[in-house]
């Protein structure tokens, strides 16, 4: 019997200089990330360790698992910079608000969204523009499981499930057969590579501000058919029809790197069917010292806890919203404000968590 301890899945560790612009990607084996023919895995969190000196910080702009060969960068997109880091290191994290991809050992569907494998996992990380010539390391931590334990651990996946957004009045339910857990059916449950509709998957992204914000207090969309993002997977608009739908659990943003001086974020939100939420959105300013009353206070705040803390290696999570928000069958998106000064391109960094549904196919 296995005593599914909280173990060390894969670890990447980067040393020497990488090249502006270009990816790292490590094998499976390199990384420790292989598992045995009659072992199944869930990874619950990651570690980025950024690429941070005394002399400053350098810009490993992004990070995605690979699951059994499978890019998972649709779903799962991290920022690896020291300032808006998303998966910071566990012991370095402001209170402790750790964020998972799911719950571990659960047989509810809309828990149990950890990114499961069968065979290997491991990384991809990007470098920004400029080369990093400072070490990383990236760690994802799970369980590992025997097949033959599956069905006791977990039981049978439980539908139908109920997305619910109390601060609109809608619930979306979630119908599909339920799944025995076993070691042919892992990959098909939420958080797998190779499920049937409806997919349940989680879903944590970031954007930058492709281009300057408009000085008049106007809504920026992070928008990636209007060019206001420049990749798909920072997409943070979601037209959505019947049969798509993201609950939206978490949201944080900051400037970046925060010019504090000058610093003009105003307030963030989403807008979704046209309606601001919450009603007046956040007020995210940027406080040039660690005094709330000298310029207000970015309530999103995320990555480096500087400024709101001074001093210190340490980090905030991604603010998790009151209530969560559903997006379905509707337009929603993510908009922020400047104060009606200009935010330069690429200055602004927002990042989003949540619950992603696809419905569509047989």
């Known amino acids: 019997m296995e005593h599914h301890e909280l173990r060390l899945l894969a670890e990447y560790h980067w040393t020497g200089t990488q090249t502006a612009n270009t990816w790292k ?13 009659d072992e199944r895995a869930e990874v619950i969190f990651a570690e980025i360790f950024p690429p941070l000196s005394p002399g400053g910080a350098e810009d490993l702009k992004k990070i995605i698992p690979v699951l059994d060969g499978q890019k998972y960068g649709e779903y799962i997109s991290l920022s690896g910079k020291h300032e808006s880091l998303m998966a910071p290191p566990k012991l370095s994290i402001w209170g402790g608000k750790l964020y998972s991809f799911g719950t571990p050992m ?34 994802l931590w799970g369980y590992v499981y025997k097949v033959d334990e599956l069905p006791r651990v977990f039981g049978t996946m439980l539908f ?11 619930t979306l339910s979630i ?40 000085a008049k207090s106007g809504d920026y969309q992070f928008r990636y058919t209007t060019g206001n ?27 970046d790197p925060v010019l504090l001086a000058v610093a003009h974020l105003k307030e963030t939100g989403l ?30 705040h995320f990555g480096h806890i500087y400024p709101i803390q001074p001093t210190g290696v340490l980090w905030y999570a ?3 919203l009151e209530r969560p928000y559903l997006i379905w069958n509707e337009i929603g998106l993510v908009v922020t404000r400047d104060d009606g000064n200009e935010i330069a391109a690429n200055q602004i960094i927002t990042a989003l968590t949540g619950t992603r549904i696809e419905m569509h196919g047989g």
Not at 25 to 37: H, M, N, Q, S, T
Not at 290 to 300: I, R
């Open 318 to 320: 991604i603010p998790k």
């Open 160 to 170: 139908p499930a109920s997305l619910i957004d109390r601060a609109r009045g809608r």
């Open 271 to 300: 807008l979704i069917a046209g309606d601001y939420h919450p009603k007046g959105l956040i007020p995210t300013t940027a406080s040039a010292v660690a005094d709330p009353g000298a310029a207000g206070w970015n309530n999103l």
């Open 229 to 255: 993002v420049d990749e798909s997977d920072e997409n943070l608009y979601f037209d959505f029809d019947e049969k798509d739908a993201l609950l939206v659990e978490g949201l944080g943003i900051r400037e």
């Open 175 to 214: 119908v599909k057969a339920a799944i025995p857990v076993n070691g042919d059916t892992w990959k098909t449950l939420p958080g797998g590579n190779n499920q049937a509709i409806p997919k349940i998957n989680p879903l944590a992204r970031y954007a930058y501000n492709k281009v300057a914000t408009d």
């Open 106 to 139: 659960s047989n509810n569907p809309l828990l149990s969204t950890t990114l499961k494998y069968s065979h290997h996992i491991t990384v991809e990380c990007l470098a920004g523009a400029t080369d990093i010539t400072l070490d990383y390391r990236v760690r």
């Open 25 to 37: 990607r490590p094998a499976p084996r390199d990384v420790g990330g292989e598992l045995e023919r």
